[in-house]
């Protein structure tokens, strides 16, 4: 069994910050590719930024130059930087990760359960 436990969210000040972590736990071999996806209410869900297992990072338009997405190798946990929040980065945000599972070595895609950031004054 593989678990994605988040956190971070909350309630932040336009202009502020926060960071968001995302640790994968379970009877795990490896982890491909990290992700973070959002979805705000009405709709569909987003890409906001991956990285790989090489470190290759990759953002959505709407967040390159704000937000940094990072990884702990040792620790199975990847992290989203978020800076200079907007109103419109209000969303549920997702971990997503590619796990490799024991014993078999199959991969599998796997998500978190969600944690709300609310971008208000």
């Known amino acids: 069994q593989v678990q994605l436990v988040e956190s971070g969210g909350g309630l932040v000040q336009p202009g502020g910050s926060l960071r968001l972590s995302c640790a994968a736990s379970?009877?795990?071999?490896?982890?491909?590719?990290m992700a973070w996806y959002r979805q705000a209410p009405g709709k569909e869900r987003e890409l906001v930024a991956s990285i790989t297992s090489f470190g290759s990072t990759n953002y959505a338009n709407s967040v390159k130059g704000r937000f940094t997405i990072s990884r702990d190798y040792s620790k199975n946990t990847v992290y989203l930087h978020m800076n200079s929040l907007k109103p419109e980065d209000t969303a549920v945000y997702y971990c997503?990760?590619?796990?490799?599972?024991?014993?078999?070595?199959?991969?599998?895609?796997?998500w978190g359960q969600g944690t709300q950031v609310t971008v208000s004054s």
């Open positions: 997503n990760a590619e796990i490799y599972i024991m014993p078999s070595m199959r991969s599998d895609d796997y």
């Open positions: 379970g009877s795990i071999a490896g982890i491909n590719a």
